[in-house]
């Protein structure tokens, strides 16, 4: 998985992605405020502080919902999220730091509920 560099958005961040997003997938990924969220890409922790957000809000939204079908898609869109996230942390340079505050933070978001 590769992504392109100088993208200042999780936009172009996603757009940029190698595999891309499936474009009819997208636009659920992109709602609300994910769009301009900005990254730096000279920050890895830039872009992961953005991934977790989207996750945890994600993971929110689908915890919920009363088991309708609008929490599926949100659940789906926690899932992408949270497996960026993942691979963000791993590209970081203490790659094992920031897998383990990834996998806390979610947690703790799922916990919340």
């Given at each position: 998985m590769t992504e392109r560099t100088g993208e200042a958005t999780l936009r172009g961040w996603l757009e940029g992605?190698?595999?891309?997003?499936?474009p009819a997938f997208l636009p659920r990924l992109l709602d609300g405020e994910a769009a301009?969220?900005?990254?730096l890409e000279e920050s890895p922790g830039s872009t992961l502080d953005a991934l977790l957000t989207e996750?945890?809000?994600?993971?929110?939204s689908a915890l919920a919902g009363d088991g309708e079908r609008e929490g599926a898609f949100h659940l789906l869109?926690?899932?992408a999220w949270i497996t960026y996230a993942c691979e963000a942390a791993l590209?970081?340079?203490?790659?094992?730091g920031a897998l383990r505050r990834t996998l806390a933070e979610i947690l703790a978001a799922a916990e919340a509920r």
């Open positions: 992605r190698t595999p891309p997003v499936p301009s969220r900005s990254v996750a945890r809000e994600a993971l929110r869109a926690a899932d590209a970081s340079e203490d790659a094992t």
